[in-house]
């Protein structure tokens, strides 16, 4: 076998290191984006156990509001309706501040951590941003049982000052245990200075 000369070797080494560059090129693309998809996944793993390590600590805060908040709550029997409840309030709440409410319907309740919640979808109210912001802060006044959720709020034509829109209200309270006694006193009297809201698929003035 004839051995290369300096010139072929030469040549021989240029070949091979073009083809290497052009293999090592080819691959690292995907070398840095696997490099890339493997970092954003130790970024996610690290933010998710700073998060965990948030509430964990926050636990003994987030337990005592939950209790201060659980206190206010009102309880009802296991199997009692609780829609009649929610609805006058709701409807009182609105006739004091002059809100209309001109439709709306109740969905079935939910079982969150030990609390049931009841959503109440007023697909329709009309009045003006004094009644609206009237009738928020008497159900605030009334404590977190009661949250305002999706309100949608737009003006009606050729009625300057009045508005128009839908929201959800949100009801919380507890269930009894079975065998306890419910201490409903504020769930026996939805309202209580003694308004006269009425239930049902449409209240207002008519």
């Given amino acids: 076998m004839t051995p290369l000369s300096r010139h072929d070797q030469v040549l021989l080494a240029i070949t091979a290191g073009v083809v290497l560059f052009g293999f090592v ?33 926050a636990e003994p805060i987030w337990r005592e509001r939950y209790e201060k908040v659980r206190d206010k709550m009102p309880v009802f029997v296991p199997g009692e309706q609780v829609e009649t409840h929610w609805l006058a309030l709701m409807d009182q709440a609105a006739a004091r501040c002059g809100l209309r409410i001109l439709q709306r319907s109740v969905r079935e309740e939910t079982p969150v ?21 009237s009738f928020a802060a008497d159900l605030d ?35 009894a245990a079975d065998g306890q006694s419910a201490a409903a006193t504020e769930a026996a009297d939805p309202d209580p200075e003694g308004g006269g809201g009425q239930a049902g698929e449409v209240s207002g003035d008519g």
Avoid: H
């Avoid at 984006?33 to 509430?55: F, G, H, P, S, W």
């Avoid at 959503?119 to 009644?131: C, F, K, N, Q, Y």
């Avoid at 009661?146 to 009045?162: C, H, K, M, S, Y």
């Fill in 141 to 175: 006044a009334r404590g977190a049982m009661l949250e305002i959720r999706d309100l949608r709020v737009q003006t009606i034509p050729n009625r300057q000052g009045f508005l128009k829109g839908s929201f959800t209200l949100s009801c919380a309270y507890l269930r």
């Fill in 25 to 57: 090129g080819a691959l690292a693309p995907r070398r840095l984006e696997a490099i890339r998809t493997k970092r954003a996944a130790v970024d996610a793993l690290r933010e998710r156990a700073y998060l965990q390590e948030q509430l964990i600590e």
């Fill in 113 to 133: 951590a030990g609390v049931f919640e009841l959503p109440i979808d007023v697909r329709s109210w009309e009045g003006t941003l004094e009644a609206l912001v």
